[in-house]
């Protein structure tokens, strides 16, 4: 039983994915952008405010795509709510210029994650039924809660980043999160899920 437990946890870690370019990239240029227009002489708050729009921009941006490709043809018209929510957030973010704003709109969509993944437990026969496949001894396996779970985890180090008071210890302290989560994710969610359906 030790053994095994042991095996799977070493199989855990030994299968956790690397962060993929496409996640990396936005770090390192929020960083990039965060240390060059500093250095320009513009104002903290400013500089702040536009990076973590640009994040959230392109966060966004880059999961439409993948979400109109399972979407069905009647349905992807809706698509352009999403456009118009997030341009309207990006406007509002930029007419405010107050990081504190920013930094509460992400511990505003933290909530809202955390919403829709309760419900999904609540519901969690039919979404299962709808959205995955893996069944362990006649059992649905679930990742809503562990989505529920590190949706909180951010929450809860967003609002800890918030309480420093210093938008370079949020900027700092938020890319290394950003890599911690992704790993503790990924372990995690190796752990739940049957071993034959881990990741090679």
Same mark, same amino acid.
């Given at each position: 039983?030790?053994?095994? %437990?042991?095996?799977?946890?070493?199989?855990?870690?030994?299968?956790?994915?690397?962060? /993929?370019?496409?996640?990396?990239?936005?770090? $390192?240029?929020?960083?990039?952008?965060?240390?060059?227009? +500093?250095?320009?002489?513009?104002?903290?708050?400013?500089?702040? %405010?536009? $990076?973590? &729009?640009?994040?959230?921009?392109? @966060?966004?941006?880059?999961?439409?795509? +993948?979400?109109?490709?399972?979407? +069905?043809?009647?349905?992807? @018209? /809706?698509?352009? #709510?999403? %456009? %118009?929510?997030?341009?309207?957030?990006?406007?509002?973010?930029?007419?405010?210029?107050?990081?504190?704003?920013?930094?509460?709109?992400?511990?505003?969509?933290?909530?809202? $994650?955390? $919403?829709?993944?309760?419900?999904?437990?609540? /519901?969690?026969?039919?979404?299962? !039924?709808?959205?995955?496949?893996?069944?362990?001894?006649?059992?649905?396996?679930?990742?809503? /809660?562990? +989505? @529920?779970?590190?949706?909180?985890?951010?929450?809860? &180090?967003?609002?800890?980043?918030?309480?420093?008071?210093?938008?370079?210890? #949020?900027?700092?302290?938020?890319?290394? @999160? !950003?890599?911690?989560?992704?790993?503790?994710?990924?372990?995690?969610?190796?752990? &739940?899920?049957?071993?034959?359906?881990?990741?090679?």
């Amino acid at each position: 039983m030790t053994y095994a %437990v042991i095996s799977r946890v070493q199989g855990a870690f030994a299968s956790i994915p690397p962060m /993929r370019a496409e996640t990396l990239l936005p770090l $390192v240029i929020m960083l990039i952008l965060w240390i060059g227009l +500093n250095g320009s002489g513009m104002p903290e708050d400013r500089v702040f %405010v536009l $990076v973590l &729009v640009l994040a959230q921009t392109h @966060a966004v941006w880059r999961s439409l795509p +993948n979400a109109a490709r399972h979407l +069905n043809d009647g349905y992807r @018209a /809706r698509m352009v #709510w999403p %456009v %118009v929510v997030v341009t309207a957030l990006a406007a509002v973010q930029l007419g405010v210029g107050d990081p504190l704003f920013s930094q509460r709109l992400l511990s505003g969509g933290c909530i809202f $994650v955390l $919403v829709i993944m309760l419900m999904g437990v609540r /519901r969690e026969q039919e979404v299962m !039924a709808r959205m995955m496949h893996n069944v362990t001894e006649g059992r649905p396996v679930s990742l809503l /809660r562990v +989505n @529920a779970c590190f949706a909180m985890v951010f929450l809860c &180090v967003n609002e800890a980043l918030i309480a420093t008071g210093s938008l370079v210890v #949020w900027m700092s302290a938020m890319m290394v @999160a !950003a890599f911690f989560i992704h790993f503790a994710y990924w372990f995690i969610v190796l752990l &739940v899920i049957p071993p034959e359906d881990s990741l090679a």
